[in-house]
């Protein structure tokens, strides 16, 4: 964790949007490690930590900005899949991801889903003409009928303590950047 937030104070230093492309990666790195089960984090975590993927998290939504118990995101299961529909927003990295951390209502609660962005009925688009933070890819995500398997809950994590921990996580780190670019001023 330290190591990670002198990285991001660093990369803000000299631009704080590029210091935000780790954080989001490291972010689903740190919910595979806290909610996976061992094949999850033996496929993920390497491809992660080498920069060999990319993750986004997805948790925020258009209609609820920061009030995650809002979410409209539905998981439901089918037969040993999943069916996921909804949409989430300002998800950074999401356009560029090779993963995605999805969280969506399941009769069981919020639950988190690892999806693989090549997923047939999953959509990125790129949010253009930001006012700030420009060298940030920020992402709207759009979910019609992702089938994933059951392979791809996060076993660990039911309800919001898992996002909502993680989220407490990447502010400190987000601080760092924030420091990083108060120095570079």
């Given at each position: 964790k330290?190591?990670?937030c002198v990285v991001s104070e660093e990369l803000s230093?000299?631009?704080?949007?590029?210091?935000s492309l780790g954080t989001r990666s490291e972010i689903a790195a740190?919910?595979?490690?806290?909610?996976?089960?061992?094949s999850q984090k033996e496929?993920?975590?390497?491809?992660?930590a080498k920069a060999e993927s990319i993750g986004c998290f997805g948790l925020t939504e258009s209609h609820g900005g920061s009030d995650p118990s809002n979410m409209k995101t539905q998981a439901k299961k089918d037969?040993?899949?999943?069916?996921?529909?909804g949409s989430k927003m300002w998800i950074t990295n999401g356009s560029i991801a090779d993963v995605a951390l999805i969280w969506?209502?399941?009769?069981?609660?919020?639950?988190?889903?690892?999806?693989e962005t090549s997923s047939k009925g999953f959509v990125a688009n790129k949010i253009e003409n930001k006012f700030s933070l420009r060298a940030s890819i920020t992402s709207e995500l759009f979910l019609d009928n992702v089938r994933v398997s059951n392979d791809s809950v996060l076993p660990n994590v039911i309800g919001l303590k898992g996002p909502l921990s993680c989220l407490t996580q990447a502010r400190y780190?987000?601080?760092?950047?924030?420091?990083?670019?108060?120095?570079?001023c």
């Amino acid at each position: 964790k330290a190591s990670m937030c002198v990285v991001s104070e660093e990369l803000s230093r000299g631009y704080i949007g590029v210091g935000s492309l780790g954080t989001r990666s490291e972010i689903a790195a740190e919910l595979i490690i806290a909610g996976g089960n061992k094949s999850q984090k033996e496929k993920w975590l390497p491809r992660l930590a080498k920069a060999e993927s990319i993750g986004c998290f997805g948790l925020t939504e258009s209609h609820g900005g920061s009030d995650p118990s809002n979410m409209k995101t539905q998981a439901k299961k089918d037969g040993d899949d999943w069916i996921i529909n909804g949409s989430k927003m300002w998800i950074t990295n999401g356009s560029i991801a090779d993963v995605a951390l999805i969280w969506a209502m399941t009769d069981e609660g919020i639950r988190g889903f690892i999806v693989e962005t090549s997923s047939k009925g999953f959509v990125a688009n790129k949010i253009e003409n930001k006012f700030s933070l420009r060298a940030s890819i920020t992402s709207e995500l759009f979910l019609d009928n992702v089938r994933v398997s059951n392979d791809s809950v996060l076993p660990n994590v039911i309800g919001l303590k898992g996002p909502l921990s993680c989220l407490t996580q990447a502010r400190y780190g987000i601080s760092w950047g924030v420091i990083g670019a108060a120095e570079d001023c």
